[in-house]
């Protein structure tokens, strides 16, 4: 069974960085498509990056040119970086891997930017 666990969230002040991980087990096919997304309270779930098989990225406005998404297909672990933050990128951020149409998900990590 496929599982995904997230790591790597925390507390940040305005302009600091964090690197979140999401490290998949039970992985037995390839994945087609890797992503990160975020929850903020009272709002939907929206997507931050993604990554397809190819290696392809498409980031959302918001985090362009801040945020980069990384995988290591070896452990089957993919990352965001996450650069210069910002108090509007404090959410639960979750991580998704698509393997043969199914998409799974992590249970997600709080990040917190405040001073």
């Known amino acids: 069974q496929v599982q995904l666990v997230e790591s790597g969230g925390g507390l940040v002040q305005p302009g600091g960085s964090l690197r979140l991980s999401c490290a998949g087990s039970?992985?037995?096919?390839?994945?087609?498509?890797r992503g990160w997304y975020r929850q903020a309270p009272g709002k939907q779930r929206e997507l931050v990056a993604v990554?397809?098989?190819?290696?392809?990225?498409n980031y959302a406005d918001s985090v362009k040119g801040r945020f980069t998404i990384s995988r290591d297909n070896a452990e089957n672990t993919v990352y965001l970086q996450m650069n210069n933050l910002k108090p509007e990128d404090t959410a639960i951020y979750y991580c998704?891997?698509?393997?043969?149409?199914?998409?799974?998900w992590g249970q997600g990590t709080q990040v917190t930017v405040s001073s």
């Open positions: 990554m397809n098989r190819s290696g392809s990225t």
């Open positions: 039970g992985i037995r096919y390839n994945v087609n498509g």
């Open positions: 998704k891997l698509s393997i043969l149409g199914i998409d799974y």
